[in-house]
């Protein structure tokens, strides 16, 4: 028996080779979202480690991040919700927690999976471990009325706040007592909030307003004060061209004292102050979609909407001029900056590629294959609030 | 032969357990300077993992983390340059690279680690993979004279920047080339600049200086305007109380368009506003060492010299007032955020503790023993430009 004793242990590595036993801060997942897998990279050498299958209707699909950067979860279309181990390179766990969602948040502390639905309409919440829900809210604002969901972002203090699309409410769910969420709703905050952000240090929560001009905004820090309304002018307001695509909320940028973000409809990318009232309208390719900062804030980076979104362009933000036009390719749909800002990289849709750019010299360092690639996602976004 | 060979993958193995397989996103090391080893932390569930011998003299130690968070660069004191690998719990390799250094930095691209040195006075430049030396930059500046260097930064573009303590001077050092690295000195800076921090953008390089008042700051966008002075009061000018320590220059913070500074000898956290001029003065409990913000800018968290160093204090970035006064014991030297800032830890030295404090309640959570702890450091650095 004493001979055999020391051999059981070895029994145990079987699900562990080096090769999976790696730190877990360089990498990130591609979403392949004509045929429903993600495939997984590492930035350090720009390399493909693997594809993970069986994820169902990945159109519009995000993802975050665990806090020890280990697991993925996948936000599907179809209601989906997937957690993946990035080391064993594997689906821990898939739920279908809904008909119809869009996007989802993780909370301050990691223990919570927040997933915004259109139908039914409101915000479930699991436990990032099980996936167990911990919390059901639909978003039922008037009687037989039930709203979908939109723009839900996690913000310091175990908060996820949220819009309600049908209703023109945001609600605010702390879930600090799992047992007890207190939710503050705010009404009539405009017309059809179509998205939402939360700034970076996760205090201002601002909706878009699909029915009419403007922007609602909360200060997170001070809920008694309610929603106000900033840039009246922000929308519908000076559209002549249709709106190919509504531009990604998140897709603010800050750099010093100046915030850019995407005009509506137009060819402009929009500069506010810091008191939210728009100083300079910089004139741009196309309909821009995401605008971008590079880590350090020295650059921000533009995609467009179709038919225009062949192109990436690259704004200076001391001088706000373009310094930059790059064609990569058809469908450029969205950029993911490696944490310190050297490289960034694009999916070029159309063109079944994620190219791995720098952005001082603006060459491609590297291509990756990819099957219809959407979303980049990297682990950092673990410790980054609202993201 | 061919019965044998399907065993020798399992010999493989033994440096791989289930146990090592994990996450490194909230991981973290303690410095435990008084013999000489390092405490392998987790900040999910706040555990001791391990701890890890052999590190030489790590007074006034610091620690940088590789790009994909799985290797600690630890800087000891007397000139050690130690790796240690957080998964398997061990150091990789060690080198006596100088008599005595005081801290260091990790490239942008994460592939280059470069010491700041007192004796021989200079800056070296390793390999991070291998410490095999890249570049050896001693810091001659006249005839026969060669200086310490203190406040060794990174910057984004493979730029790392320093003073020279003896000399007045800064050096900018890019490593686009490592084999041609291109040095732009800055002469006439100041008398003798002892430490320096870059801001979170990576953009201001600022020396602060012990021969004379004021700070002298360099704009790494714009390295023709030189070097100009701010703050011209800051320093000793105001000074009756002994200073028992000089301040952290890392211990700076920014909040929305303030940023608060440990003032030098004084018991008080200076206020700057966005052009670098004071606007208000904090009386606080003693001379303050770091003024870190919580992640989401809406705390600032003082520690404070001997003899008044068991104390801790709170501000409110929107009214600067002291929210919260802390006692956790003797010599509380450092204190670490957790990513989201839901906990703050900190190290009280002569109590051979570590105490997780949560930032909203104030409670300690949890507390750890540790062996003379000093600095803490958790991966997430890994991410952010200048730490």
């Known amino acids: 028996m004493k001979k055999i004793l020391p051999l059981i242990p070895l029994l145990f590595l079987t699900a562990c080779s080096t090769q999976n036993l790696r730190g877990t801060g360089d990498m990130g997942l591609i979403i392949e979202r004509a045929i429903g897998q993600v495939q997984l990279v590492e930035h350090s050498g720009n390399t493909s ?17 665990s806090r020890d950067e280990r697991y993925g979860y996948v936000f599907g279309r179809d209601g989906g919700l997937t957690k993946i ?3 064993e390179q594997k689906i821990v766990k898939r739920v279908m927690q809904s008909g119809n969602s869009i996007g989802g948040a993780i909370s301050q502390d990691g223990k919570l999976i927040a997933v915004s639905n259109y139908k039914p309409g409101g915000v479930k919440i699991f436990n990032s471990d099980s996936l167990e829900l911990v919390a059901d809210i639909p978003a039922i604002y008037a009687e037989g009325k039930q709203s979908k969901t939109v723009g839900l972002i996690d913000a310091p203090g175990q908060i996820f706040a949220f819009g309600l699309y049908d209703a023109g409410e945001i609600w605010v769910v702390d879930m600090k007592d799992i047992k007890s969420p207190v939710i503050t709703k ?3 905050v405009g017309s059809l909030p179509y998205d939402g ?7 201002y929560y601002i909706a878009g307003l699909f029915g009419e001009d403007g922007l609602a905004m909360l200060d997170l820090w001070h809920l008694e004060k309610g929603v106000t309304r900033i840039m009246n002018h922000y929308g519908k307001g000076k559209t002549k061209l249709p709106v190919y695509k509504m531009p990604h909320l998140e897709g603010w940028a800050k750099a010093g004292d100046k915030i850019l973000l995407p005009a509506v409809g ?4 929009l500069v506010m102050d810091q ?7 910089i004139p741009v390719h196309g309909q821009p979609i995401f605008v971008m900062s590079r880590p350090d804030h020295k650059q921000m980076w533009v995609n467009f909407a179709h038919p225009r979104n062949d192109t990436i362009q690259v704004i200076d933000t001391e001088t706000l001029k373009i310094i930059k036009t790059l064609k990569p390719g058809k469908a450029v749909l969205h950029m993911e900056f490696s944490p310190r800002g050297e490289h960034v990289w694009m999916s070029v849709r159309d063109e079944n590629r994620v190219d791995v750019v720098d952005t001082e010299t603006f060459e491609v360092v590297k291509s990756l294959k990819a099957d219809k690639p959407s979303g980049i996602f990297f682990t950092n976004r673990a410790h980054k609030i609202g993201l």
């Open 49 to 65: 480690l693997a594809t993970i299958k069986g994820l169902g209707d990945l159109s519009h699909a995000s993802i975050v991040y």
């Open 186 to 188: 705010f009404k009539d």
């Open 197 to 203: 952000l939360v700034t970076p240090d996760g205090r």
């Open 85 to 87: 181990d990035i080391l």
């Open 275 to 281: 008191n939210w009232k728009q100083v300079k309208a």
């Open 266 to 269: 137009q060819h402009e990318v």
